[in-house]
């Protein structure tokens, strides 16, 4: 019997700063692993990780045209103005924050401007995230510093996610683990996303569904398609596609060279 659709609103919310993050999803499994399709908050996720954040489920709607009038109405254009969303378009379709940019000023203020703000463009008003990494202290505690802190160039302040992986239990339970305990390398504790693709529909969203649902979908392609990530010879990785003239030359290398 084939499962009944359900149309979502959901609620995102990072449990470590108060930020939330509003959107729509269709499902046949409400405990699915879909966590939205902001690159702002998927930035955070990996830095945070994906345990410091909580998804609850705001309304369920029998059609498609039920919960995209409801987004539309939450998040509607003072919403995506505020600073402690992730929500950087209206909700329903909407594109009121295409063109627009976080930043934050000398004294730290946040706000959002113009790409095309003189201020921005001078240097002035910088982005809120630009040469910043999220960190951990001695005491566990979370904190955002610039790349250059002496603190974190010293090894003091450590990066938050490093040699580490999120991973879920047999139970459904989600946390991160290093990438040497044995239970995640015996295979006992999964990686959270190893049966998740990222993935585009025709009008450009982007966002994860599971692996056996990619296949059956002809409206999405994977986001990595035909693409690889590679090397430069500053060690510095990214992806590109496979008939990229560097990368068949041999400039850009598939695996990292040692220094």
Do not use: W
């Amino acid at each position: 019997m084939k499962k009944k659709k359900l149309y979502t609103i959901y609620k995102i919310t990072n449990l470590l700063n108060g930020m939330i993050y509003i959107g729509q999803h269709v499902t046949e499994n409400l405990n699915d692993s879909y966590m939205g399709s902001s690159k702002y908050l998927k930035r955070d996720i990996i830095d945070f990780g994906l345990q410091n954040f909580k998804k609850e489920i705001l309304f369920i709607f029998e059609t498609k045209e039920e919960m995209i009038a409801k987004e539309k109405e939450l998040v509607n254009k003072e919403f995506t103005k505020r600073i402690d969303t992730y929500n950087r378009s209206l909700g329903g379709g909407g594109l009121y924050t295409l063109g627009q940019v976080s930043v934050k000023d000398k004294e730290g203020n946040t706000l959002m401007v113009s790409i095309q703000d003189p201020r921005y463009l001078n240097g002035e008003l910088i982005g809120i995230s630009k040469n910043t990494v999220t960190v951990k202290d001695k005491n566990d505690n979370y904190l955002k510093v610039l790349i250059n802190d002496p603190k974190y160039l010293s090894g003091e302040l450590k990066h938050n996610s490093k040699n580490q992986v999120t991973v879920k239990d047999k139970e459904g339970n989600i946390f991160n683990v290093s990438k040497k305990d044995q239970r995640y390398l015996s295979g006992e504790l999964k990686y959270v996303f190893a049966d998740l693709i990222c993935v585009k529909d025709k009008s450009g969203n982007k966002f994860q569904i599971h692996k056996d649902d990619f296949l059956k979908n002809n409206n999405v392609h994977g986001i990595l398609y035909n693409r690889i990530k590679v090397y430069d010879k500053n060690g510095k990785g990214f992806f590109v596609e496979r008939n990229d003239s560097r990368y068949l030359s041999g400039e850009l290398k598939k695996k990292l060279m040692q220094q």
